[in-house]
């Protein structure tokens, strides 16, 4: 089993609260965010990718958050246009449609071309390196905690405590557990069932607590572990944690 992805997971897994996969995810993108503002931008084999690819809607505000690195930001943007530009105008101008007159009658053949331009600028706009490299590593990290589970007796001691899986990961726990034999299958998915349902149990409760808190005869009654589980389940539901930390709403209580 490759040890290089063995380090980060066991790291995720150490440390406490919230999905450990959700970590692991969050690690490698800042990586790949640091790396494409970093001096990979100046490498013509990365540039030959970032300029046909640029960035998904996502990467793009999470490199114009990272100020690091404007002037490389700048130079990517440049000649991404550029690309962009000298690929789709050509076609696009060819997909204008004939008017139709006296001599030239209707043609129907305009409405796939426009429906091909179309098709061609949303694949084009929905490319992005980060997102490629982010979904490999993703696999070979879901591979490795597979992996560990069945090979590594303090790793599987740390599975089972984790405080939760979130659902999008569970789902991509399961996809792997679904290719490993029947009897490692079996262990595995019966810790996930487990750490699943306790889950579901421990923030169905917590968000009841908080919604009866709104009552005023429980003005007084302490918030327990129920203050921030409108986040903690945001966070259990999707693995995208971006919106959803307590920082975020203010005006909770
Ligand atoms: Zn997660
Ligand atoms: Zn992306």
New binding site residues.
Partial sequence: MEKIYMIPVNDAYNEHG?????RL?DKAENNYLEYYLGPSLMEPDTRKITNKTGFCPVHMGKLNKAVTNRLGLGLVMHTHLKDFNEDINPKLQAAIPAKAGLLKGRNPEYKQKLNNMADLIEKRIRLCPICDNLNDAMEHYVEVICWMFSHDKDFKEKFINAEF??L???AMLLRQAAKLPQNDAADFVEALYTNNTATFDALISDVEYFTLKFDYRNTDKPWGTSKNSIQRSM?FLS?DGRDFDEQQSKKQS
């Avoid at 919230?18 to 959700?22: E, K």
């Fill in positions: 919230g999905c450990p996969i959700c995810r899986h979130c999008p990961h569970t966070r693995s």
